[in-house]
């Protein structure tokens, strides 16, 4: 009876557990802490710590994980069975044709398809274009080059990463981070370095939830008093039809100049039109609800699954989580010096610097950043919506530099 | 200064510091170029959009003879009380109603038909 249920308990997980899992399982609940009771980021920590879960855990039928020649992790692989068909065509070389009899996966095998083929990462921005309103980015377009500014965290962390050793198709996918949009992050590196995705995943979404800790003593640093005191003048009201204007422009330009950021836009401006032409109400509903609350749900959990002990417990995670806080510092400061600079160069109209900050993204939050700062030192300065503007500006912004990077190391 | 497409396409694996700086200064520029011309075509929409707008309203004028007010409706005591409560919910401060007045519009009908057909076409 005794070795039977020795026999038994080899058949369980319990014998299967690794030191490096009972890690991770501290990693997740690190996350969750962060997630449910400090309220950062809860809808995307929360499904992705869930699916670090999962995938640290003695699974079955769930994801299919194989260690590479080089060294690296494939997850999400299926095995198609298929017979050879006979045709009767005489032209058709033999062995073409296959009839398909079984194909077998585990659950993620088949979700996380949605990250492996790039349908997420769109799929959302059509939801985050049908949430935005770029009516204050159009009343005050010049903030657009706050949002161009804050990508030069990006540029410097591509530096910083490749002096630590990593590639250049690496360093760009951990340089992304920097952009503080997670879709992007993900579809970059899922592209460039799909080894590293569960790392630049995680660091982006957790420094996401950290902009308010992580840029105010950045933007007080470079700022005197009288900056953040500035007050801007109220936006003018946009209409309809500068709006739909401006969501098929912006398409076509970005399209035009780095087709590889396409999908991205694309679907962005999509989610925008949708919203701003006041006759799609159901599809507008769905897209600001259904579609991009089940798709986080799948994203965060496939991005999650990829937090496997023997791949995430590795030198390179720490060193992209340190890459990660650089790459945010320096978006900020390339924000505010920018809103610095255009102050000098047109004193007539003064930005106030804290609104350069937002220009890293993170969509609302690096807005509310630059309003709370501002209100600290005039109670009366309304800085969200002037901030609003270098916010969207950012999206744009690394959506295309996600393209640059597509474009040059992507084939 | 910057790399051509050809020198972009053999970016190394582990670029040197040169070929990295040549390379985040060139993506800097795509970055700037595209953000940049979105701003002057918007530049360009705005003052299309700002010239083509109406001049704006003068400023209010003096109060209207009470002749010219729309008519006066016996006021029932409790939609008073739901507007007040209304205002009260949504101001959260001190306050108070200093008239009600029906909306009049010609179009009531028209606005009733579409009010109706949205109603219709929501996801319940």
Known sequence: ?411 | MFLQPAVLAKLPTYPNVGESVAYQLTGLFVVFSALGAIWIVMEIVGALFRRLSPAPSPPPSPPAPPATTPPAVALDPVLAAVIAAAVHHVINGPHRVVAIHPVITSDDWSLEGRRDIFISHRVR
């Open chain 1, 1 to 411: 009876m005794f070795s039977g249920l020795i026999d038994f308990f080899q058949t369980t997980g319990f014998a299967l557990i690794t030191w490096k899992m009972m890690i991770m399982w501290g990693v997740v609940g690190v996350l969750l802490w962060l997630a449910v009771a400090k309220g950062f980021e809860p809808l995307l920590l929360v499904p992705i710590a869930f699916g670090a879960l999962i995938a640290n855990l003695p699974t079955r039928g769930v994801i299919t994980t194989e260690l590479q020649a080089n060294g690296t992790y494939e997850s999400a692989t299926f095995l198609v069975s298929a017979d050879p068909v006979a045709t009767s065509d005489p032209a058709a070389s033999p062995g073409n044709h296959y009839k398909v009899t079984r194909i077998e996966g585990g659950l993620f095998d088949f979700i996380s398809q949605g990250i492996k083929l790039e349908l997420f990462p769109p799929l959302i921005f059509l939801g985050v274009g049908a949430l935005t309103d770029f009516g204050p980015l159009i009343a005050l377009p010049r903030t657009l080059l706050l949002g161009a500014a804050a990508q030069l965290g990006l540029f410097m962390t591509f530096f910083g990463a490749n002096l630590l050793g990593f590639t250049a198709k690496q360093s760009a996918s951990i340089a992304i981070i920097g952009g503080a949009d997670g879709p992007t992050a993900i579809f970059l590196a899922n592209k460039l370095a799909p080894e590293l995705l569960g790392a630049v995943a995680v660091a982006a979404y957790s420094y996401m939830s950290l902009v308010p800790l992580i840029q105010p003593p950045i933007m007080r640093l470079l700022t005197t008093d009288k900056e953040r005191r500035i007050r801007m003048r109220s936006l003018r009201k946009v209409s309809k039809l500068e709006k739909l204007l401006f969501s098929v422009i912006v398409m076509m330009i970005c399209i035009l100049l780095v087709p590889d950021a396409s999908a991205l836009i694309s679907m962005l401006m999509l989610g925008n039109f949708l919203r701003e032409c006041a006759v799609t109400e159901r599809l507008v509903k769905s897209a600001q609800n259904e579609i991009i609350n089940i798709l986080t749900i799948f994203l965060g959990t496939s991005v999650g699954i990829t937090m496997a002990a023997d791949s995430f417990l590795a030198p390179a995670t720490l060193k992209i989580i340190a890459l990660g806080v650089i790459a945010f510092g320096f978006a900020t400061a390339g924000g505010v010096l920018a809103a610095k600079l255009m102050n000098k160069l047109a004193p007539g109209t003064p930005i106030n610097p804290l609104i350069g900050s937002a220009g890293v993204s993170a969509v609302p939050m690096a807005a509310r950043v630059s309003h709370t700062e501002g209100q600290k030192y005039d109670k009366n300065n309304y800085l969200l919506m002037p901030a609003m503007g270098p916010n969207v500006a950012g999206v744009i912004g690394t959506a295309v530099a996600a393209g640059y990077f597509l474009s040059t190391l992507g084939r």
